[in-house]
């Protein structure tokens, strides 16, 4: 074997070993779990709903993701290097034709890096919806937005930004700068793994209550509060002076900071 085969495979195997360290406690999501099995009903009004997928090259910016005004958000990270777009499309309109026939004038991707829903207007007697389900190379950065839909993220690594007025959220298994905001919605947080790997977590709801399950040997430095609800807390921590509603504390060793947030609602962070 040569001297370079040898340094070659070397630099394999630390890119291996490093890759295993940033994604190793992530899954390999390939199940594709959104259906036309639930989906709106407009008083009235015929509905119909369709599925559609779109295979892209991964993004090599940030992922723009807005669903428009009704419809909720799903990105799941993947071994594989593609992404797959995976648009729930659901329509409103006086006859069953018109409204299979909106579906076609409903745009949901107009290229890797750019997903944002786009149709015709809307009236009492016409409506649409777009829901995503997203796969992605766990490597991957993006900005969404939604104002009536919740958010779900799991194994994702990144500069991740999110931003909902009416949803829930979900995370699960990242890393990386995760910020995000729901005014009307509870938060539900995942944490994975021995401490956070990248710079931390900060996000908020302003309606909704907070749980955060965190494994039992987990290092970081913990920040959370409410103004209106109880703080029930799992892991040991010391108070000094005036009690408040807030809470900042280190776990373990300590680490990045892992902060999550309500004015009006419970948190229970909960040792797994």
């Not at 001297?3 to 394999?12: D, F, R, Y």
């Not at 723009?64 to 309109?93: C, F, Y």
């Not at 409903?106 to 649409?128: I, K, M």
């Not at 909902?164 to 905001?181: K, P, S």
């Amino acid at each position: 074997m040569t001297k370079l085969l040898k340094n070659l495979l070397t630099a394999a195997g630390a890119l291996a070993l490093l890759a295993a360290s940033g994604f190793g406690q992530m899954l390999d999501n390939q199940e594709k779990t959104m259906t036309c099995d639930e989906h709106n009903h407009w008083n009235r009004l015929a509905t119909h709903c369709e599925i559609k997928e779109q295979t892209m090259p991964a993004s090599s910016g940030a992922i723009q993701i807005n669903p428009g005004s009704n419809g909720g958000i799903t990105v799941k990270g993947w071994n594989r290097s593609d992404m797959l777009v995976r648009a729930k499309i659901e329509t409103a309109a006086s006859s069953d034709a018109e409204a299979r026939g909106l579906v076609s004038q409903v745009r949901f991707a107009s290229g890797s890096g750019h997903l944002v829903a786009e149709g015709p207007n809307t009236d009492e007697n016409h409506h649409w919806s777009v829901s995503y389900e997203i796969f992605v190379p766990h490597q991957t950065d993006f900005e969404a937005t939604t104002h009536n839909g919740g958010v779900h993220v799991q194994d994702v690594k990144g500069t991740l930004t999110f931003t909902t007025t009416n949803g829930g959220v979900h995370l699960a298994r990242l890393a990386g700068r995760v910020t995000g905001h729901t005014s009307n919605g509870g938060v539900h947080v995942e944490l994975a793994g021995d401490r956070w790997d990248g710079t931390g977590l900060d996000v908020e709801t302003t309606n909704g209550g907070v749980h955060m399950n965190v494994p039992s040997a987990y290092s970081a430095h913990v920040e959370t509060s409410t103004v209106n609800g109880g703080l029930n807390v799992d892991f040991p921590v010391t108070v000094q002076g005036h009690v408040t509603k807030a809470l900042s504390f280190d776990i373990g060793g300590g680490g990045p900071t892992v902060r999550v947030t309500t004015t009006n609602g419970g948190v229970h962070i909960q040792k797994t």
